[in-house]
């Protein structure tokens, strides 16, 4: 009877155990897989540049390296999408300096903004994108000629792309990273939702669906 009462007593402890292993293992593949359902305030951080209506309830966060061709390609695209929304989309930009030479281009788009001419800057960075960003030799110092077109002070742009803000907001962009996984650009979240599979008509079509949803 002590053989049979300990037989069952080991195998209710071994049966809690696995559930105890199972449960442990099931939110650690949870926290491993974070980005399949990140909320939106774990993707944009205080200093992240928006583009579009602050009180735009969808929003879209792109992870972005400037020197990536396909972030160039995509861009018109992602613009079009908020342009077309009449103030309920949003376009959020984090940093993934994965290329060399891209750091440096940050620290330009950055210190361009603190002229209130960021996303002029942007478009230049991009449309020159083949002219400085070889992957080969990248020389994003050649962009300051193309900037004088947009009004840039590019004396004050140079020594304010040096400044430790600037370095700490690619820091915690970096940190953000690696914290969610991502490692290629773009990668895009819709109101936290990562695109069921890449390509533009997925973000244009999870855009649609965020937008019927918040603005019923």
Request: net charge neutral; charged share 25%.
């Amino acid at each position: 009877m002590k053989k049979r009462t300990l037989l069952v007593f080991t195998s209710i402890v071994a049966v809690m155990a696995f559930a105890v292993s199972a449960f442990v293992y099931e939110q650690s593949q949870l926290r491993k897989n974070k980005t399949a359902d990140t909320p939106v305030s774990e993707l944009v951080r205080m200093h992240s540049p928006v583009f579009g209506a602050a009180s735009a309830k969808v929003t879209i966060v792109e992870f972005f390296d400037p020197s990536c061709e396909t972030c160039r390609a995509f861009y018109p695209g992602v613009k079009e999408l908020v342009n077309a929304h009449d103030g309920k989309v949003k376009l959020v930009i984090r940093y993934a300096p994965f290329h060399e030479g891209s750091e440096d281009m940050i620290k330009i788009l950055e210190a361009s903004r603190m002229q209130d001419k960021y996303w002029p800057t942007l478009e230049t960075v991009l449309r020159m994108q083949p002219q400085w960003a070889s992957h080969d030799n990248p020389q994003p110092d050649l962009i300051w000629d193309y900037l004088k077109e947009n009004g840039l002070d590019i004396e004050k742009a140079r020594k304010d792309a040096n400044k430790e803000t600037v370095a700490a907001v690619i820091e915690q962009d970096k940190t953000d990273l690696r914290a969610l996984n991502i490692k290629q650009t773009p990668t895009f979240f819709v109101n936290g939702q990562p695109l069921p599979k890449f390509g533009y008509e997925q973000l244009k079509a999870l855009v649609e669906q965020e937008v019927k949803a918040a603005y019923p």
